[in-house]
């Protein structure tokens, strides 16, 4: 199998690790960055960045990380789309394996960011894909000017029912809680879109023959379960880390990577930058901010 060394390896070309290897590699380092989509991760899905700094007016996301990518490269970044099966350490080298190269490297940052979680009710998983979706940008067109509905009380949540409302005039997001968890100005935007709430509400059941049609509904506060017609739900309940393959490390609770101030891990070597690390706020703007850190402290730590 063909072998590469490098001085700088990243898995996840997200922002955290674009914004990484940006900094690396204009610092001199030889860098390299795997992933296995190049999808840009989550901010691929957004239809409009509207609340990155400096970035006005709002810009399509996968516009947004295309023009990342080209920077990256730029200052000499190599980006390659790849599958790592496992990482491993020997002496102070870390050993990255994909199907057709092992790359070497002295210094790594894990840059995989997370993935939306799953309700895990009866006909979830049944309908992925034929009206439950996760992913509003990429399947909303399928619902124009259906009964869309979405489930959340997040940033997410409320910024994705705001983009249905594009594509459909009958959208309701359904949240467990009585308030929203949103930024004030979010929810504001949703709710003058046209967005209808309907809170104290879970979804129980999606119901329908070859696709959805029905959701069982449960109000919290009353116990009274209807079932109303659907064409569509939108999930966007939370994240999970994407932590496999580094699943050694020292966690919080909530299963996301701790580090220190300078994004480095309990493993000397080793960073960790954005949605996949420990941190109270999650938003493209930290993630950048977490790459930029790990490239320096990693720089910092080569040359020792």
Request: proline fraction near 4%.
């Given at each position: 199998m063909?072998?590469?060394?490098f001085?700088?390896i990243?898995?996840?070309?997200?922002?955290?690790g674009l914004a990484s290897?940006?900094?690396?590699?204009?610092?001199?380092?030889m860098?390299?960055v795997?992933d296995?989509?190049?999808s840009?991760g989550?901010v691929?899905q957004?239809?409009?960045l509207?609340?990155?700094?400096?970035l006005?007016p709002s810009?399509?996301?996968?516009?947004?990380?295309?023009?990342?990518?080209e920077q990256?490269?730029?200052?000499?970044?190599?980006?390659v789309?790849g599958?790592v099966s496992?990482?491993?350490?020997?002496?102070?080298?870390?050993?990255?394996?994909?199907?057709?190269?092992?790359y070497y490297?002295?210094a790594?940052?894990?840059?995989?960011?997370?993935v939306h979680t799953?309700?895990?009710?009866p006909?979830?998983e049944?309908?992925?894909?034929r009206?439950?979706?996760y992913?509003?940008?990429?399947?909303?067109p399928?619902f124009?000017?259906?009964?869309?509905?979405?489930v959340?009380?997040g940033d997410s949540a409320?910024?994705e029912?705001?983009?249905?409302?594009?594509?459909s005039?009958?959208?309701?997001i359904?949240?467990?809680r009585?308030?929203?968890r949103?930024q004030k100005?979010?929810?504001e935007k949703?709710?003058?879109?046209?967005v209808?709430p309907?809170?104290?509400t879970v979804?129980?059941?999606?119901l329908?023959?070859?696709?959805v049609e029905?959701l069982m509904?449960?109000n919290l506060?009353?116990g009274?379960?209807t079932?109303v017609?659907?064409d569509?739900?939108f999930i966007?309940?939370g994240m999970?880390?994407?932590?496999?393959?580094v699943?050694?490390l020292?966690k919080?609770?909530n299963g996301?990577?701790?580090?220190?101030?300078?994004?480095m891990?309990?493993m000397?070597?080793l960073f960790?930058?954005?949605?996949v690390r420990?941190?109270?706020f999650?938003?493209?703007?930290?993630a950048?901010?977490d790459?930029?850190?790990?490239?320096h402290?990693a720089?910092?730590f080569?040359?020792?």
């Amino acid at each position: 199998m063909e072998t590469k060394s490098f001085d700088y390896i990243i898995i996840g070309a997200g922002p955290a690790g674009l914004a990484s290897a940006q900094y690396a590699a204009r610092g001199g380092l030889m860098c390299l960055v795997i992933d296995a989509s190049m999808s840009g991760g989550q901010v691929g899905q957004i239809s409009e960045l509207e609340n990155y700094p400096g970035l006005f007016p709002s810009q399509n996301g996968s516009d947004f990380m295309k023009t990342m990518k080209e920077q990256a490269e730029s200052f000499g970044a190599e980006i390659v789309e790849g599958f790592v099966s496992s990482i491993d350490k020997k002496d102070d080298t870390f050993i990255v394996t994909t199907r057709k190269v092992i790359y070497y490297a002295k210094a790594l940052c894990i840059a995989t960011g997370a993935v939306h979680t799953e309700l895990g009710i009866p006909g979830e998983e049944k309908f992925q894909g034929r009206g439950v979706s996760y992913c509003a940008v990429c399947d909303g067109p399928f619902f124009a000017g259906k009964k869309i509905f979405v489930v959340g009380g997040g940033d997410s949540a409320c910024s994705e029912a705001t983009f249905l409302t594009n594509i459909s005039d009958d959208v309701t997001i359904i949240h467990r809680r009585d308030t929203f968890r949103a930024q004030k100005a979010v929810v504001e935007k949703m709710l003058y879109a046209g967005v209808k709430p309907l809170y104290d509400t879970v979804v129980r059941e999606v119901l329908g023959e070859n696709k959805v049609e029905w959701l069982m509904l449960e109000n919290l506060s009353s116990g009274k379960v209807t079932e109303v017609p659907a064409d569509a739900l939108f999930i966007f309940t939370g994240m999970v880390p994407k932590t496999s393959l580094v699943d050694m490390l020292p966690k919080d609770d909530n299963g996301y990577i701790l580090t220190d101030e300078n994004m480095m891990t309990a493993m000397p070597g080793l960073f960790v930058a954005g949605d996949v690390r420990s941190k109270p706020f999650r938003q493209i703007v930290t993630a950048v901010s977490d790459g930029a850190i790990a490239a320096h402290a990693a720089q910092k730590f080569l040359e020792k």
